[in-house]
């Protein structure tokens, strides 16, 4: 049996490429074709444009090419190891799946769950992109009546955004400059908006907390230039949470932008949220993972009006060329391997 996926070859090229299936999958293994998977904008297409800063770090071992994008996906199981005993064939699972045809994956590695009932396929194959906003809003600790700003209305922020709101930021602000991502934040529950593009956006910030500045500041653009901007919105004794992977090097003022005011500066990749439970946290990858499926099926984290494309898998590599091109066209993209 032959599966298909996506390969980054080289700088903005893009190929489909066969590879070999087990005849059954091992112990603890299952085999899962896949439904739908959901594209990370930010560092799927940086790594296909050759822009990812790994690619100019001396030393870096990742990323190289080839490249084989992709880590949220839902499918339905085939077959099932003889040491697995949560999971039957005919299931419908999430799990950190490539945009490829099937998966083998070990069970034992988080995250891995079933998708809960009610829960529409494809929106469940956001939740795995979802964990990683959820991961930084928890690092920035916010607290009830905390005012919240996010920068940056990709999946990435909006998710965060949501986060905060639920976590009790009040209120909760997303900033963008493009109009149609501003109008999704408010479609998912997102009260206040600063587009940019036409305000002053210290000016807002005063404005929206009594001259206090946020408490918490989220920056998700990834953005280089963004980082210095966000640390002058945060008060006195505030949080700045660089939830966003940085592409590039940035200069600040270290005295009057986190010294003086007391700010505290939080890296938030993804890696820093525990596999296994630890005195300082419980909140594991697993369990963040089925969080943000309860609070998919319940309606409570709100993806819908999120996804702005739904595309059969085998235009994936005309899409990356697009997401280079016209970026400001894409917001949420899933892609339908069911054909």
């Given at each position: 049996m032959r599966g298909r996926r996506l390969a980054f070859t080289g700088v903005r090229q893009a190929s489909w490429e066969e590879f070999e299936l087990p005849d059954a999958p091992g112990a603890h293994e299952v085999l899962v074709e896949t439904r739908w998977s959901a594209v990370s904008a930010g560092t799927e297409t940086a790594i296909y444009a050759g822009a990812h800063i790994g690619f100019s770090t001396p030393g870096a071992a990742y990323p190289r090419f080839p490249h084989y994008p992709g880590y949220a996906a839902v499918g339905t199981v085939l077959a099932a190891g003889d040491a697995v005993r949560d999971l039957a064939p005919g299931q419908a699972v999430c799990l950190p799946g490539g945009h490829s045809s099937h998966v083998v994956w070990d069970t034992r590695r988080p995250p891995l769950a079933p998708l809960p009932a009610g829960l529409a396929p494809d929106l469940a194959a956001l939740a795995r992109l979802a964990t990683i906003s959820l991961n930084g809003v928890r690092l920035g600790r916010v607290a009830l009546g905390d005012a919240v700003a996010v920068l940056g209305g990709g999946l990435i922020g909006q998710f965060a955004a949501q986060f905060a709101r639920l976590s009790g930021g009040r209120p909760v602000?997303?900033?963008?400059?493009?109009?149609?991502?501003?109008?999704?934040?408010?479609?998912?529950?997102?009260?206040?908006?600063?587009?940019v593009a036409?305000?002053?956006?210290?000016?807002?910030?005063?404005?929206l907390t009594g001259g206090r500045g946020f408490a918490v500041v989220v920056e998700?653009?990834?953005?280089?230039?963004?980082v210095a901007q966000v640390l002058t919105l945060a008060g006195d004794s505030g949080r700045v949470v660089l939830l966003g992977s940085p592409r590039g090097?940035?200069?600040?003022?270290?005295?009057h932008q986190i010294h003086r005011p007391g700010v505290t500066l939080v890296g938030a990749h993804e890696r820093t949220t525990p596999a296994a439970e630890t005195v300082h946290s419980s909140w594991t990858q697993q369990r963040n993972f089925e969080l943000v499926l309860d609070l998919l099926a319940r309606g409570?984290?709100?993806?819908?009006?999120l996804v702005s494309h739904r595309l059969p898998a085998a235009q994936a590599p005309a899409l990356f060329e697009g997401l280079v091109e016209r970026p400001a066209d894409y917001l949420g993209v899933l892609l339908d391997w069911r054909a």
């Open positions: 602000v997303l900033v963008d400059l493009l109009p149609d991502r501003l109008r999704a934040a408010r479609q998912c529950g997102l009260r206040t908006t600063v587009d036409g305000e002053d956006l210290p000016a807002a910030a005063r404005a998700a653009t990834g953005a280089p230039a963004a090097r940035v200069e600040i003022d270290p005295y409570e984290l709100v993806a819908a009006p």
